[in-house]
């Protein structure tokens, strides 16, 4: 699994012209699952997302997690992260999981969050066309992938 996070200011998703989910200040988190991936990805990649410490302490410096902060989380799935762009122009989605693996694991990874982070977070839903919309906060943009532990 791939998890692109984003430390925002303000997220929100949009379908059909409804807010779905929005937060204030925490994480955007754009998550793209493969077909090999686990539940035990999922719980590494919660602890890891939810333990980053990309948040500014008193002094200015990124030393506080989301906890710490109080955050809170906006979970997006995208099938776009496993792209490949080897060949060609056109990005082949081979790599990203079929809807009856990644569903089951998405709502998945929507507990382990909320167990992690003691609290619910906020979704879009799988496969909708979403707006998302965010003010990334620092810049501050973070790549994780499961398969790169090492």
Do not use: C, H
């Not at 991936?37 to 602890?47: A, F, I, R």
């Not at 906890?67 to 080897?86: H, N, R, W, Y």
């Amino acid at each position: 699994m791939k998890l692109v996070i984003q430390r925002v200011s303000e997220a929100s998703v949009t379908i059909d012209n409804q807010v779905k989910g929005e937060i204030g200040s925490g994480l955007l988190v754009l998550a793209g699952i493969s077909p090999d991936d686990t539940s035990e990805d999922l719980q590494w990649l919660s602890k890891k997302a939810i333990q980053l410490r990309i948040f500014n302490d008193e002094t200015g410096k990124m030393n506080k997690s989301i906890q710490e902060v109080g955050g809170d989380i906006l979970l997006i799935s995208q099938f776009t992260l496993q792209a490949s762009t080897k060949k060609g122009n056109r990005p082949s989605y081979i790599g990203a999981a079929p809807p009856n693996i990644a569903i089951p694991l998405y709502e998945q990874f929507i507990q382990v969050l909320e167990i992690d982070l003691g609290k619910a977070i906020q979704t879009g839903i799988f496969g909708a066309d979403m707006k998302v919309s965010l003010v990334n906060d620092g810049p501050v943009t973070i790549i994780i992938d499961s398969k790169n532990r090492t």
